[in-house]
């Protein structure tokens, strides 16, 4: 099983262009996730979905946007890049059901330097 | 304000040494506490899982505990092997989709 994919693994973007990060997830999950990593810091909240079609903000949304036009897709924009975004992005999905314990599942991350 | 702490920041120990790991949160309402690991350049992955009526798990090697009355909570690594050597994340469920992450353990262990 892939679980959760996200394309591209690196980029470098200089500051004021845009660029995209997809997640693609197989395991049927409802609930996906975009967080940065920084050093020093726990992961941080950009976007999330609960289901196809919905977005919400997190808790660091100002700079990007997401779309999520298909239960396994997530994406999510910088429409103008800025040194402060550079960071490690990570996708995360997780399973919606009553009992269940919300284990988050992770991609491998992307790593984002903004010049 | 919901808060994960996790001590000590980095630790280094010799293979086949014991070590433990602690995490300290307030953290409101409390769904669950898990125990990630994360490996240099990979997303982290769930290695146990705590809820509130349990005291102790196993997984292996790694055994952690929770005390709710605290809040605290430990992952206790024994026998440790170079694999072990990563970040070691703890995150509490705070809401149905609700993480709060703590900084994180960096661990190395030499040979």
């Known amino acids: 099983n892939a679980g959760v994919t996200q394309t591209p693994k690196f980029r470098v973007l200089k500051t004021g262009q845009s660029m995209t990060l997809l997640c693609a997830q197989d395991m049927n999950h409802e609930y996906m996730y975009w967080y940065r990593q920084d050093p020093g810091m726990g992961l941080r909240l950009i976007h999330y979905s609960v289901g196809e079609g919905t977005t919400a903000k997190g808790e660091v949304p100002d700079g990007y946007n997401v779309s999520r036009l298909k239960k396994q897709n997530f994406l999510l924009g910088l429409e103008s890049a800025a040194p402060s975004q550079t960071s490690v992005y990570f996708c995360?999905?997780?399973?919606?059901?009553?009992?269940?314990?919300?284990?988050?599942?992770f991609g491998e991350g992307s790593r984002l330097t903004v010049l | 304000k919901n808060q994960v702490e996790q001590s000590p920041q980095s630790l280094i120990i010799l293979e086949g040494k014991n070590c433990t790991l602690q995490?300290?949160?307030?953290?409101?309402?409390?769904?669950?506490l898990r125990w990630y690991k994360q490996d240099t350049g990979r997303g982290p992955v769930s290695l146990t899982i705590?809820?509130?009526?349990?005291n102790t798990k196993s997984n292996g090697r790694y055994t952690a505990t929770l005390d709710a009355d605290t809040k605290q909570s430990s992952l206790h690594i024994t026998a440790s092997q170079l694999s072990d050597s990563a970040s070691y994340i703890c995150v509490v469920k705070a809401g149905t989709y609700k993480y709060i992450f703590g900084t994180g353990t960096r661990l190395k262990v030499l040979a």
């Open positions: 705590m809820t509130f009526s349990e």
């Open positions: 995360a999905s997780s399973y919606l059901g009553t009992g269940v314990t919300g284990e988050l599942f």
């Open positions: 995490c300290n949160y307030t953290v409101s309402p409390f769904s669950n």
